[in-house]
């Protein structure tokens, strides 16, 4: 089986960027296969514009995006670490999903409607937050997420999301209480 991390953070000494380095140590562990794709080093270009459509419609891809999309291919399990920031993901993490994710490789309509066309892949989610678990619980904002992840974006695409972890109110808590999050990864079935 083979891995591909899609990481979306900005700060290399960031909880997120712990939480990566703890998944590929799992990985490496587990001898499994497996390649980053850090959407701030490589600079990605979150902007769909009206040249990606030109593209699109001559059944292509433009560069960049038949890059990701290839890896996307060749990847049996995707695994996206990035933070909440105003109950969404990182706007370049957004610009991702809208230009690969596109028409003619995530989906397609035909008479019978939508259809995903990465039922072939699986997807781990692990999130960080500012807000407490009681608040996200309390307030919906949890489900609201998931929903949005899971069921408006990578099930659209026939995806199958097998994992959402959250990591609640991380840059509140204690020093101690980041090592027993970053400690449950090693549990983790990916």
């Known amino acids: 089986m083979k891995y591909l991390i899609i990481y979306a953070h900005p ?55 038949a890059r990701e999309q290839q890896c996307i291919k060749e990847a049996d399990v995707l695994i996206f670490i990035h933070p909440i920031w105003w109950f969404g993901m990182p706007a370049v993490l957004k610009g991702y999903i809208d230009r690969v994710f596109s028409y003619g490789f995530a989906y397609e309509v035909g008479a019978s ?43 659209f695409c026939s995806m199958k999301v097998v994992l ?13 209480a980041r090592e027993k999050m970053l400690a449950e990864i090693d549990t983790l079935a990916i």
Do not use: C, M
Not at 47 to 64: C, R, S, T
Not at 119 to 142: A, C, M
Not at 164 to 176: M, N, Y
């Open 11 to 65: 700060n290399p000494k960031s909880f997120n960027h712990a939480i990566r380095e703890r998944v590929e140590a799992l990985l490496k562990r587990q001898k499994k296969q497996y390649s980053v794709r850090d959407l701030y080093v490589t600079k990605w270009n979150p902007v769909l514009g009206g040249a990606d459509f030109e593209i699109f419609q001559q059944k292509k891809a433009p560069e960049d995006i």
């Open 164 to 176: 959402h972890k959250f990591f609640f109110a991380v840059p509140s808590i204690t020093g101690e």
């Open 113 to 155: 409607g939508v259809k995903g066309l990465l039922s072939d892949k699986k997807v781990v989610i692990l999130n960080t937050t500012g807000g407490t678990e009681d608040s996200y619980l309390k307030n919906g904002f949890k489900d609201a997420v998931s929903k949005v992840f899971k069921n408006g974006i990578y099930e």
